[in-house]
């Protein structure tokens, strides 16, 4: 199959199983701009995003909040001013609360009614729902898309749209798991944040720029450094390895009671993964010094 970004020839890196079900897809990368791609892309994704999906466990509910947080007070510091932001896909709505509490005029979009109702109930935002498209009326100064892009079946036409929507100053921000990271590289078809075929899209910095040049933007910075998802990954890339479950940690996680910690290879599971946590920093550290994190995040701006 040939790239759907930029249309070259792609091989095939690897294939991976689903750890939430019992199909397996194809990784392809491509040898030009370098974005790897899940094959076949399922038709219907619905049936692969299971209720629970992201639907943390209180405590790490606590703590991912907590990191979202401090991720978006960083950016604020960095923009240095208040305006008004746009989230695509903003999930459970941490980030708008966040962006809110200093300041910023917030709106939340979500694919369907259902969702945007949701969210609206659980914020008390504004959240828009159906053909991101359709917004006409409104220009922003910040865009999110976290943790969606890689979702998304046409991620040229969703940052087209966003281009649109962006303010002369607006920015853009943007991340996916980075498919350079050394931590792909190490865990291949195990790596933790790989998630097909949830993920359609496993972006890089190449081909991040390949796709926002298609869409009238350029990046303006880059960073690979993520403490939400860099420390885990490495954690769970060796616990796959050694044999303890697909992404065992984090099905774990995403349940309410914990109740997989409480036998012999859930406790086990548990010591390895404390004695694993230094050395997952150390090579978080490392590899962020050379931008080989596993998260990308990119900002960009409308070309001129
Ligand atoms: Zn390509």
């Given at each position: 199959m040939n790239c759907p970004i930029c249309n070259s020839a792609a091989t095939k890196l690897f294939i991976a199983n689903d750890y939430l079900g019992p199909d397996s897809f194809a990784v392809e990368k491509c040898s030009s701009c370098g974005v790897g791609f899940t094959?076949?892309?399922?038709?219907?994704?619905?049936?692969?995003?299971?209720?629970?999906?992201?639907?943390?466990?209180k405590f790490t509910r606590w703590v991912m909040q907590y990191l979202y947080r401090r991720h978006v007070h960083q950016w604020i510091k960095q923009l240095g001013f208040a305006g008004n932001a746009l989230e695509v896909g903003?999930?459970?709505g941490w980030m708008l609360n966040a962006l809110s509490d200093q300041g910023w005029k917030v709106v939340g979009y979500e694919r369907n009614e259902i969702q945007a109702n949701r969210v609206k109930a659980e914020t008390g935002h504004p959240v828009r729902f159906g053909d991101?498209?359709?917004?006409?009326d409104e220009k922003f100064d910040l865009i999110l898309l976290f943790n969606v892009i890689?979702?998304?079946?046409d991620p040229v036409l969703v940052l087209r749209q966003c281009a649109s929507l962006l303010t002369d100053r607006g920015v853009l921000i943007i991340n996916a798991p980075n498919l350079d990271s050394w931590q792909a590289s190490f865990s291949?078809?195990?790596?933790?944040?790989?998630?097909?075929p949830r993920h359609l899209f496993h972006f890089s910095e190449k081909s991040f720029d390949v796709a926002l040049g298609k869409a009238g933007l350029r990046n303006t910075h880059v960073t690979t450094v993520s403490w939400i998802h860099d420390p885990y990954g490495w954690v769970v890339g060796v616990l796959n390895k050694l044999g303890f479950g697909h992404n065992r940690l984090t099905v774990e996680l995403m349940k309410?009671?914990?109740?997989?910690?409480?036998?012999l290879s859930g406790v086990f599971m548990v010591l390895v993964s404390g004695l694993l946590l230094p050395f997952a920093v150390v090579a978080s550290l490392v590899s962020w010094c050379f931008g080989k994190g596993a998260l990308i995040e990119v900002w960009a701006k409308k070309a001129k």
């Open positions: 094959s076949p892309q399922p038709a219907d994704l619905n049936k692969y995003y299971p209720d629970d999906y992201r639907q943390f466990a903003c999930g459970n991101l498209g359709a917004i006409r890689e979702h998304l079946p291949k078809a195990y790596w933790a944040h790989l998630d097909v309410g009671t914990f109740r997989g910690f409480f036998n």
